[in-house]
């Protein structure tokens, strides 16, 4: 009976360390609170594009991961992907942006 009292403890420990680490974060996967901090950006960063006049907010496309911001897609012109960018680093949580859109 102890005998299966231990392996139960032990599988049971091993399952609980297991699932710990699944929230984990690591260089290339986010942790739970991690993903949930992007989206906020993100959605941030969207909400600012589309409140700007001059930016064509539905023709470009927001990434976040790990705090780092990148814009694709195309505008109409330097001056708008310039305006693009400065937005998304004046939102609270970026760390940084990548520039990934192309002109028209």
Known sequence: ??????????????????????????????????????????TKVKAALVNDPNVSAAEVNVETFKGVVQLSGFVNSRADMNKAIELARGVKGVKSVKNDMRLK
């Open 1 to 42: 009976m102890k005998y299966l009292i231990r392996i139960f403890s032990a599988f049971f420990l091993t399952l609980t360390l297991l699932t710990a680490a699944g929230c984990a974060s690591t260089p290339k996967t986010e942790g739970t609170g991690e993903y949930v901090d992007d989206s906020v950006v993100t």
